[in-house]
């Protein structure tokens, strides 16, 4: 069901029915603006050495504001992925947070400087941490669902992946128990159309992994990353029925990529300049404010404000990202477990680095 | 005191641990009526309903996977694999999922989570009934992997097990489960994870085995006594972390060192320990450190004469102390 295929022209209306006031709807707008900003602002700091690595989000604002603004952030759990900037601000990382872990920093939340930037990852906040082995966290996801359920908190539990990774096989063995169990848990699918560089043809037989739902027995919703009110209004729903305990939802929310995959890839090796000038037209970020202007809910003057408060806000990250302390070599052995064993530590002839 | 089979202590300690603490559930394959394959969860499900006794469908991945997501969410998951040969499809999530999560949120988010598996052969199992999977999981930093051998020690590990903050993989020898009993106190006790037993007090060679092999080890120390050798057992019973000291303490006193296991030689767990002893006990050595451990072929055979060319079994560990003995 692709419910994004006739948008409105005005969303006011539709807006209010969905239950968003105008302050929603420039809520919406601001944390798609703000994840926009601090993903252009990472891949300056690495293009300048500041940071070593990014990993993008940008042309997924509109699914992850629509879909994580059904969400209660702090009560409801989100495992998020590597993409997932917009939606962690949502549930509430602060730029600083993010900053914090592009330069690795001592104090970074996700990991202390651990992992790998745009890893993200926030227990106080219910941002399950992020890991590289794509596809993984979709069984967490269901098992915190699973115990949202078993203790009665009514907690709702949203993950998200791409579309190559839907293919894995996780993905199957959580949608099914999910099933099974009618867990309080939404799957999103934010399907940009690559796996790195190879195009959804050559991962998918069919056009939409929202199709595999009825595998299932679930529904299987699609989306368009540039219909933000859509993505909001069906993420509504998927809670609506997790809360009820009727079970999860399959969405899938068509974005566009518009960076390379990551700092370290050159999409014009498999991607066309006329292909990603395509996409480039389908940037949620201009199709929400183009929506927001003709329904007169975003004035010039709240824009202007939003913006000076925007940039304010991702220069104080990164002022404060650049200050902030490195972590330190003595607490690199910590927290392999809770506690310290004696029998894990370096025997005197070291671990072979000469340095013990 | 009570004396119990081995799967009976680890069955009772399930339930008592469940009647104490409402957060820990079981999840695995046929966990449920059915009690699992080897009836450790005989009688659970009725007990503590199907909530929290979940037959699950044939997938490990899943199995230890929401085992993490629910250990994030405040429960205190006990997963059964059900038979460890079958452990590998979740081997991501055991080693990079569930081994990481308290090292890669800096210690914002552990994992209280076991992982019960039957382990080992003897039991006419084959390719993939039989194997000893350990050194898999022991080569990782952040899983513990715990080996019992008497229904005393099952209990109290086991409890220990369920009550840490951090996953634990907990092996249980197939073998054992019905032909080993024991006394066992019905006390609260645990028995710390990281500390190993002597299990026989000696002085010329030191013999280091866990699980089954635990229980070939002595015997086979029995038999030389008669012949005038005096060796020393330690049970591990816990493999990650290991108790060094009580390899060490023994080794510099005896200055002869057999590991035993039954799991295949090659970069097997009695690699590591004869890699400490090298380096930490080389000056008391009087004899190479040595090695009885299984053949390096790829599973356990089926035919009962070429399962027994497998097996480590007393007569190999005797002979193998002997020659240390004598060099």
Not at chain 1, 4 to 29: C, I
Not at chain 2, 64 to 88: C, H, K, M, T, Y
Not at chain 2, 117 to 143: C, K, N, R, W
């Amino acid at each position: 069901m692709d419910v994004s295929a006739n948008q409105p022209n005005d969303l006011t209306a539709p807006a209010a029915s969905a239950g968003l006031t105008r302050d929603d709807l420039v809520g919406l707008y601001r944390v798609m603006a703000l994840g926009r900003a601090l993903d252009e602002r990472m891949w300056i700091l690495n293009r300048s050495g500041r940071v070593a690595f990014v990993i993008s989000g940008q042309g997924h604002e509109g699914a992850q504001a629509g879909i994580t603004w059904a969400l209660r952030p702090g009560e409801d759990w989100l495992a998020p992925y590597y993409r997932s900037i917009t939606a962690v601000l949502r549930m509430g990382m602060t730029p600083r947070e993010i900053l914090l872990g592009s330069y690795a920093r001592a104090d970074d939340p996700s990991s202390g400087g651990r992992q790998m930037p745009n890893h993200y990852g926030h227990i106080g906040r219910k941002i399950l941490s992020v890991s590289s082995p794509v596809a993984s966290q979709v069984l967490h996801a269901v098992g915190i669902a699973l115990a949202a359920k078993l203790r009665g908190t009514g907690e709702v539990v949203v993950t998200s992946t791409g579309e190559g990774s839907s293919n894995q096989g996780d993905v199957h063995e959580a949608l099914n128990f999910a099933a099974i169990h009618h867990l309080p848990f939404i799957y999103v699918v934010e399907n940009n159309g690559y796996a790195i560089s190879v195009p959804s043809a050559r991962e998918l037989p069919v056009d939409d992994v929202a199709s595999r739902a009825v595998a299932y027995g679930i529904p299987g919703v699609i989306v368009r990353g540039t219909d933000v009110l859509g993505c909001y209004i069906a993420a509504k729903e998927a809670v609506r029925r997790a809360r009820a305990g009727e079970g999860p939802t399959l969405i899938e929310a068509k974005v566009e990529r518009l960076t390379a995959h990551s700092s370290d890839d050159q999409q014009t090796r498999y991607r066309s300049e006329e292909e990603i000038a395509a996409h480039r037209a389908l940037d949620p970020l201009p199709a929400f404010r183009g929506q927001l202007r003709a329904a007169g809910v975003l004035t010039d003057a709240a824009e202007a404000a939003m913006t000076a408060e925007i940039a304010a806000e991702v220069e104080d990250a990164t002022r404060f990202a650049e200050a902030a302390a490195d972590p330190v070599v003595e607490d690199v052995a910590r927290w392999v477990f809770a506690e310290d064993w004696p029998g894990e530590r370096p025997p005197a002839w070291g671990f072979g680095t000469g340095r013990d | 005191m009570a004396v119990r089979t081995f799967i009976e202590a680890i069955r009772e300690t399930l339930a008592q641990e469940m009647r104490r603490d409402a957060s820990i559930i079981l999840l695995g394959e046929d966990v449920g009526l059915k009690g699992g394959v080897f009836l450790a969860t005989d009688g659970l499900q009725i007990e503590f309903g199907e909530e929290r006794v979940i037959d699950t469908p044939l997938t490990e991945s899943m199995i230890v996977g929401v085992s993490i997501g629910a250990a994030v969410n405040g429960l205190r998951p006990v997963a059964e694999i059900q038979f460890a040969d079958f452990i590998f499809p979740a081997f991501n999530q055991i080693q990079s999922q569930a081994a990481r999560m308290r090292y890669r949120t800096n210690n914002a988010l552990g994992l209280p989570m076991t992982i019960r598996a039957p382990y080992g052969g003897g039991v006419h199992g084959a390719l993939y009934h039989s194997q000893s999977v350990e050194a898999f999981f022991t080569h990782i930093p952040g899983i513990k992997v715990v080996v019992p051998s008497t229904p005393l020690d099952a209990r109290g590990l086991l409890r220990s097990a369920i009550r840490d903050p951090d996953p634990v993989l907990f092996l249980e020898h197939k073998k054992l489960y019905r032909s080993v009993r024991g006394e066992v106190p019905d006390t609260d006790y645990v028995t710390p994870l990281g500390s190993a037993a002597i299990t026989r007090a000696g002085t010329q060679v030191t013999v280091i085995a866990y699980g089954l092999m635990a229980h070939h080890a002595l015997e086979a120390a029995a038999r030389v006594d008669e012949e005038g050798i005096s060796v020393e057992v330690i049970d591990l019973r816990t493999l990650r972390p290991l108790d060094t000291e009580t390899v060490l303490n023994s080794v510099r006193k005896t200055g002869k060192c057999l590991i035993v296991h039954e799991d295949n030689r090659f970069g097997g767990y009695g690699a590591e320990i004869a890699a400490l002893v090298a380096e930490e006990a080389f000056d008391y050595l009087d004899a190479p450190v040595t090695r009885i451990a299984g053949p390096d072929v790829p599973g356990v055979p089926y035919n009962h004469v070429l399962e027994d060319w497998f097996m480590v079994n007393p007569d190999k560990i005797t002979s193998g102390i002997r020659r240390l003995a004598a060099y």
